[in-house]
């Protein structure tokens, strides 16, 4: 079981995350881990020895540089599993990643198992050291976010497989027997100065500070995200023909890319006298299957989120109006994550009936920004964030692939408005 | 004179508008209206017809079909000079504008002159018609901001061309000998909650409005723009070298082209002897010149002025800090705009000490996002500014190649993060 | 009346030659000279300008430099018209030739009249040089080649407008009422030890010696140009969907390019009650004009012209098999050139029945190379033809935009497999 | 020890050579034997795959269907493991093969093992079935010619990782202390009408026939291939900064590329105080090395042979040169061969002289072109070879990765004028 937010510190923590990612390529062989389907994703084992190296990194070359099982693991591993800390030297390219056959997955196993019991020693031995919990801290939710891309890239991976085979056999189930899809309802939410960031105690990523006031004029939020059914309707009325519904950039894209549904949708070929459902199948981790009506509709860029929000009369919320409106809700912050080992979102209630938390990424309109005030941490560290305010969407409230306990209200996740890969859906705002 | 705000309605405005597009065609021969430097610029010509396609499209079509000056000057135009609207019809295609050598300039001027003259009767016909007025109102704000875009393409081909002409000698002068640099003071600003966009008489675009709230905490904008000795002393510090200044996505850009300076900077070869001002020159609307150190920087791309600021210890401004203080200020909207003949930033004092309008737009760390309410127009003038609202950012404030009379301290100008062209640089802001 | 080959020198050749190629414009506006349309293209204005740079570079500047009249026109003519001869000097960059809008079309005129006139001067006052009259030959082959791309480019121009507009009413006439197709025969020609390139008397291009043996097999070839009727049954039989026809890099390219048709010919919208003739339409320098099933089809690539030989059960000639044939048959080196103001193929018997020179450009199969022996000549005038031995295919015959004269049994045309706007056709062979 | 070429059939062969395939990848990991460096390359699990699935396309679907250890192993492979073949069906992305995690190189290995004893037992069922043995040796030779690819494949992979790792160590041995180059020597030829080509006995490939005569005028060939020295002579000339010694479009591509050594070369940062010599490394099958100046220079691609040989004031042999100097020097097809277990070319001596076979492929002028009357076979082997015959050129004479016993005087390989990555070099020509 993964450790509840307010847990990821000290070694039980620090065990519990190493061995969480390990457990993530299990299903998986040597050359599965290997592969790299496109630039913006990475092979498992490049998330497992760079994870291992941000701990070498930022953690024992910094407490332990003299102290001989603190040594480099191997010098060349500085460069190879950098991934864009230029404080810290070169970077092997990026999009060549998947030619890394060296060193091995059985090579990287092992400098995953020194890192670990030398940081936990580390930890013993500095156990009132607060820099080096923070930063340890820091590490293991970065290797949360890791442990969600390992999971979106492989999926990636075994899409681009004409057969596609599936990571683990029953991990999407469909919607029970005579399940029904919940009505769509608006909850009305008060506006005014309101405070949002992350404020207070526990663990936060630099981007969600600091706690700042903003003003909200009345808006509304779906009870829920949309689902696949109303997302087909989208479709089947022209959707992704009609320009009216789209931003000018996205209209070109999806031109550019000849694209008429969401990234892993696909027609099948006997719809004819199948009924409308069965006309599509989604591929999951489970591999291809029926799409599932009541489903939250999943693996959306940014763009088809906005078109559809705009044919069905709403918008998306801003960040901080779904910042405020889950904070007013007041609901604790558990659902749909990925240690239940049910990796696609399931239909509302399945965990529970709002989804805010889990299930599915939700983007908002907002572009990715720093907070009035925000500055990064000094040192190659500042580097985790702040540079990539530009450009990007803000999703919130994680998906059915984000470690339990690595959420809060406050968490802001990034991508480019064409990201596709990512457990990215969304939930329908509207003035109020 | 081009008229002031207030007037811009009317047949004296569109006379005056309409010949002033002619007038800044006067310098350039057939030929050099002719030509595309780049996918985002367009022929001069373009300019002037569209510019009449738009009045012809959103105003003859509608007021007056069956009458017979009004019909189409020629069909073949509905397509042709269309830029980006969907719901008029199909468009030619933007990165081949100069390859139309038909219709001809002369044409086009022709096509001016019969839409000119049909929309003036049309006037006189409806002398009180308010949604006639507010269209033929919103068509002469459209044709001064090609003004701008005129200003701006030809300047970009002429600077393709190994001679560096000159589109108006004299129209770039240096500073006063003995002209020395404005100190740069910071203006603290009260925050608060506080209210933004245009509210009411006047003419607006669409995405200046709908007027509304903003919570702002304390800050400081610089006094001025930064100017050329202050930028050309972040390059000597070598500041397009070091990543730590840079967002991510910028610095890939900046690697990608090999930049190091400004779009229109360049060094001067036999500058061993010289003072380190000679030792670069710009090109400017005038011709190739050595750098005056104490005009506002141009044409920054948002990365650069981005950079810039962080390296300066400050930050961009957001485009509400910028409107707020602008408000707060009182100053009247006036400052060194294209009426005055100069198509090149001057120092402080030229015009007036702040800047604040006209010289150059200054770029915001605001996206290009909908204000709270925003809701485009009904039919296709509606794809006038929403659908352009993603992966863009804001500037603010008019340039020197703006039209007097155009500009309001609610006005959003928005450009891509990469680009130079435009006459931008940026003024400091920080945390009060 | 153009000169004969044998005439083509002295004053009276360089008036004709020169005089000539202005003519070619006279249709054509300032803004018409300009564009370029694409890499492969020049504007009209480079094409007159960089002709008479060739004379200016290479005669001009040998013979006369101290001379006043024979002073460079304009400096900067040096790179702006070089076109790649890298031992003269740098090179204004071939694909942003449509940016110069400086010099003028007028300009160039007075920079053609000074070449024109300065050459003339010097070859009266140097009778008896025969380097000097030699350089002024090829220039004016040169300038001849020159006034067939000109007329390939300014077509691909009017090709990218939607309108369609002519380069010349009338230039481009159907087949007279009543005409049949001419029925396609095989002429054997023996092989054995046989001589081919330039090898006597008259100007030729060094590419097209020295004069060497080749072994030839015996094999035939068709008696005329396969012609549109011919080429659409390969159409309408799925030929471009037949990967069986193609070379592995033709198809590709068709794939990616989603081509299905030559270059000018376009479906015609209301094909449903028309005869099959009238459902192709194709673009000619006098506009667009109902597909003419006798002309011979003009406009394909290498890859077009090898997939309908094969799909015909027939295949290219290979150019010792053209010229062999051609040298054989002793026909005249007439036919139908530029010259007789018909700037489209028109059907055998229109000018003569084989067609062999004029018409058409045949795609031959021969990889363009070096003749046994070849030298280029020393200095920048070696650039001509030597370099570019290598991935293009060499075409026989001329076409009816090749200027009379300038033809020979020897010559050599040279584009890439993918090249489309050349008058290129094709004539079947096949072993005997 | 691999069977010389009249021996490659029957089943004594078959075992021969899948072994030796399986052999090659021993020194690999599951992980190197996925991973693809570029569109170019392939994976070494794809060549094991795909040889196999040669044989199961070609020989055993067609000879036993009904007959069950014949059924399809896996029929996702049909697609899977095709190459190119249009006529057997839909091809899986060439670029994307190294996604291919599934099948695992376990079950590759099982594939292969099956398809080999199904065909041993095939070739058993049916003694004199002279169409099955000949498709079978064809099928060995086309698993040998992958079998070269596998190494330079892996080469290309290992070449990418920052480490250089080695596949075999000491499998590029340097030249024995104290030897010296070997000198320079020209072999006259005499023309006339020879023939070349595939005539008689023994296997060939269909690109290699029929036997023709040529005309060849007499020239002269070296003794032996260009050597890392005198290349490092023409790098030191400023051989590629000089556009004079290049084609056109290998200048462009030189350019545009920033090339200015062969593949594999890399300059050492310390040569300061070094030799010459040592200022080089150059990246080998056995990791990086010193370079060595008496060996033959490799991995060039055909712009920089033909550019040293224009420096050199020589030319490329046409590839009827080559042949015929081969048959008319009756030297036996030995040489340094891939089963030496030296995989980089040697210092003449080592293996022989002349180095005329093996040691490393020989660029000629050459385009890959049907030689007279040639005719590819009937069905989907007919796209062996036929549809490659543009923009690729001949090289000959085998290299140090091909299999013994696979090489021929006849033999074509053939590849575009940019590849770098195979064994390639250059021998001088010059007319006589």
Redesign the interface.
């Known amino acids: 079981m993964t450790p509840s937010p307010r847990e990821l510190e000290g070694v039980a923590s620090l065990q519990a995350v190493r061995q969480r990612s390990e457990a993530l390529v299990a299903p998986l ?4 881990c ?4 496109m630039p913006d994703a990475s092979p498992a084992k490049w998330h497992l020895a760079h994870t291992s190296w941000f701990f070498e990194t930022f953690v024992l070359a910094r407490w332990a540089p003299p102290f001989k099982p603190f040594l480099p693991f191997d010098a ?1 591993y500085r ?2 599993f950098n991934s ?1 800390y ?2 810290v030297g070169e970077q ?1 390219p990026r999009a ?1 990643r ?5 060193p ?2 059985a090579e990287v196993m092992a400098y995953r198992a020194h890192v670990t019991a030398a940081t936990t020693e580390l930890l013993a031995r500095h156990p009132d050291d607060a820099a080096l919990r923070a930063l340890v801290t820091l590490g293991l939710h970065h290797e949360q976010q890791h442990q969600e891309l390992l999971l979106t890239d492989i999926k990636h ?1 075994l899409s ?4 596609r ?1 599936a990571y683990a056999a029953g991990c999407a189930p469909a919607s029970p027997v005579g399940a029904s899809a919940q009505a769509l309802r608006w909850q009305a939410v008060e506006g005014g ?1 309101v405070s949002i960031g992350h404020g207070g105690e526990g663990f936060a990523f630099d981007n969600e500070g600091p706690r ?4 909200l ?1 009345p808006y509304a939020l779906a009870n829920r995200p949309v689902n696949n059914g109303e997302y087909r309707a989208f479709i089947e009325a022209g959707g992704y023909d009609e ?2 519904w ?6 070109d894209w999806r031109c550019r890319n000849a694209l008429s549904q969401p990234l892993y949708w696909q027609r099948q070929a006997s719809s004819a006298t199948s009924s409308p459902t069965s006309a599509w199948a989604e591929f999951t981790l489970a591999g291809l299957r029926p799409l599932d009506a009541l489903q939250p509709v999943v693996h959306l860029s ?2 088809e989120a ?1 078109a559809y929000a705009r044919w069905a009369g709403a ?1 998306l919320p801003t960040e901080a109006e779904w910042e405020h409106a889950a904070l007013a809700a007041g609901e604790a912050c558990t659902g749909h994550f990925a240690d239940a080992g049910v990796l696609h979102p399931q239909c509302p209630g399945s965990f529970d009936d709002s989804q805010r938390y889990g299930s599915v990424w939700e983007w908002t ?3 990715y ?2 907070y ?2 925000y500055r990064p941490a000094a040192g190659a560290v500042g580097e985790y964030n702040g ?5 990007q969407y803000v999703l919130r409230g994680g998906s059915c692939a984000t470690p339990a306990g690595h959420l809060r209200a406050s968490y802001r996740n990034f991508f480019a ?1 064409t990201a596709r890969w990512q457990f990215s859906g969304l939930r329908l705002a509207m ?1 109020d």
Do not use: I
Not at 212 to 215: D, N, Q
């Open positions: 062989s040597a050359e599965d290997g592969a790299q389907s060349a460069d190879l864009y230029n404080a092997f060549q998947g030619l890394l056959t060296r091995s997955l991976l681009c497989h004409p057969q085979p100065v700042h006031r903003v003003f004029a320009p009216a789209w931003l000018s950039e996205g209209w940014y763009f906005d918008r309109s907002s572009s920004a720093a009035p005030g540079k990539f305010m530009v450009n408005a003035d």
